[in-house]
């Protein structure tokens, strides 16, 4: 039977048929005042708006021109009659007329499509980072901590919703003005293509800059924590510095004898595998919960834990691909969203407390209940060495292999110039260095520039895990996924004035509330930090 991701390839590929067939007819079918679709070349900002009241109000003119050229008191009269009839048959409705300048991009999703969404986004959700959830729960106790999680949780669920109205109003914004940008006329809505086009040129670089930290302290992460969990499977044999290094250079060998699709495919097997344990542990772990630890609650302890929360519940970076691949079905997305994030919220409420309760409640702050466990040398410290590096291994190959494609083509646009000097100028040596760069040095020069450096520093400074995960959290996190939406949203929901896209009620005042919230967040992260460097 094929797996859901490989059944979620396959509606991706048919959506994609489905856009090309839609987008041909839309071609044919006439618009509204006498014109095609496909004749619109530029955005509907303000002078498309305009062009288009003008032609609703034609009528109107019309007659009372006529009227006047005939004159006198009762022509006069037939005038202001026939204007205000006309201005009656022609309405002038803002909405309506931009609408007219846009296609509806919108579609129904399956079934299938929709099942297969909410699989990919609790399967992107689960990860490595779950290791890290009850170290930040434990100094605030299960209670305190859960209620935090499930706030950022709605919050986060709430910004994923205003990317859906992002996306939603570029697609139909591109479509109508014939952009077919650089992957074809049904490619997917990229962020960086968002943010150019909400905050300019300067603002989508700066997002690409910030997505790139967000990356390499994702990937510092799984490669400060792997170090412990190898160095604790092998009994001590193999310290921490090792175990890391062992890691790193392990991942990259099989990706470069395997090659991505083989070390992907692998990977996708390893994450139902990891799943599957983790609804076993999370099983035996709440069959023998103690009460006793919901005694503890230090609530003002619980927002520090935003950090690490936000690591976890992020899915947000996938929400184009889900919106194409569910033909960009608002109703059928927001399913998804919930759906497909829920199954994570639930999983991280049972593990913080089977974790929390297993370890005695609340640990002293800088204690790893995790690792406490792990450390105990029984039956539930083996399954959960083995069940972390499973976790940590397969986030670890997920992030490598597509922050080295990003990297990869980095280098590409960076030398392009340079072979194409050598091929103006028919230089056999630079030709042949081509050559061996595209089959070989770009890939392995874009892998070693995501895995040495985050080796390099967490040898540097060892026990980054938590810190590392936190730091991605509250600032790449909070900042792309957190601070932008409500920023692009309003944009977007200025130039178009299509309320009826409005994917979330409230207007302002709530793109005001997510957004004060999220600069809340990183505020009061700073201050943290502030406070342990003083």
Avoid at 63 to 78: F, M
Avoid at 503 to 523: C, F, I, S, Y
Wanted: glycine letters at 10%; hydrophobic letters at 55%; one cysteine or more.
């Amino acid at each position: 039977a094929s797996s859901p991701l490989t059944c979620a390839c396959k509606h991706f590929l048919r959506a994609r048929l489905m856009a090309v067939v839609r987008s041909v007819a839309r071609v044919a079918l006439p618009r509204r005042a006498g014109q095609l679709r496909s004749s619109v070349r530029e955005p509907p900002h303000s002078h498309l708006v305009g062009a288009a009241r003008a032609a609703q109000m034609a009528p109107a003119m019309a007659a009372r021109a006529a009227i006047a050229r005939r004159g006198g008191a009762a022509g006069a009269a037939r005038e202001q009659a026939a204007a205000a009839s006309a201005d009656a048959a022609e309405p002038w409705d803002e909405e309506q007329a931009a609408a007219a300048e846009q296609p509806d991009v919108t579609g129904r999703a399956s079934r299938a499509d929709l099942v297969s969404a909410i699989v990919f986004i609790a399967g992107t959700t689960i990860g490595g980072g779950a290791l890290a959830l009850p170290a930040s729960a434990a100094p605030a106790g299960v209670v305190p901590s859960i209620t935090a999680l499930v706030l950022v949780w709605l919050w986060m669920t709430v910004q994923a919703i205003l990317l859906v109205e992002v996306t939603v109003r570029m697609k139909q914004e591109e479509s109508g003005a014939g952009d077919k940008g650089n992957d074809g006329a049904d490619a997917v809505v990229s962020f960086e293509r968002m943010a150019e086009r909400t905050i300019g040129r300067v603002g989508g670089q700066a997002t690409g800059m910030v997505y790139q930290i967000y990356s390499y302290l994702s990937l510092l992460a799984y490669v400060a924590v792997v170090g412990d969990v190898i160095a604790q499977l092998s009994g001590g044999l193999l310290a921490s510095e090792m175990g890391q290094a062992l890691a790193v250079f392990g991942i990259w060998g099989v990706i470069l004898g395997f090659g991505k699709r083989g070390v992907m495919a692998v990977n996708e097997k390893l994450n139902y595998v990891f799943l599957f344990a983790l609804a076993g542990i999370l099983a035996a772990g709440l069959f023998s919960f103690d009460l006793g630890v919901l005694g503890h609650a230090a609530w003002s302890k619980a927002p520090a834990a935003a950090g690490i929360i936000l690591f976890n519940v992020v899915y947000h970076d996938v929400i184009p691909v889900i919106c194409d691949n569910l033909k960009y079905d608002v109703k059928a997305i927001k399913t998804a969203l919930v759906l497909g994030g829920g199954i994570p919220l639930l999983a991280y409420v049972g593990w913080i407390a089977a974790v929390l309760s297993a370890a005695g409640g609340a640990m002293a702050a800088g204690v790893d209940p995790v690792q406490v466990l792990m450390a105990g040398g029984d039956a539930t410290g083996t399954v959960l060495q083995w069940w972390g590096l499973l976790a940590i291994i397969t986030s670890f190959i997920g992030f490598t292999i597509a922050q080295a494609e990003y990297e990869a083509d980095l280098f590409a646009q960076w030398t392009a110039p340079l072979w194409a000097k050598a091929a103006a100028a028919s230089d056999r040596a630079l030709l042949s260095a081509q050559r061996v760069w595209d089959k070989y040095g770009r890939e392995q020069l874009a892998y070693a520039s995501v895995l040495l450096p985050p080796l390099a520093v967490s040898l540097a400074l060892p026990g980054l895990f938590v810190v590392a995960a936190d730091l991605a959290g509250v600032y790449g996190v909070a900042l792309l996924y957190g601070v932008l939406p409500p920023v692009m949203t309003f944009v977007l929901r200025r130039d178009q004035q299509r309320p009826s896209l409005d994917a979330v009620p409230g207007g302002n005042a709530t793109l005001a509330a997510l957004l004060l919230a999220g600069l809340g967040l990183m505020a009061d992260a700073s201050i943290k930090y502030l406070k342990m460097l003083l």
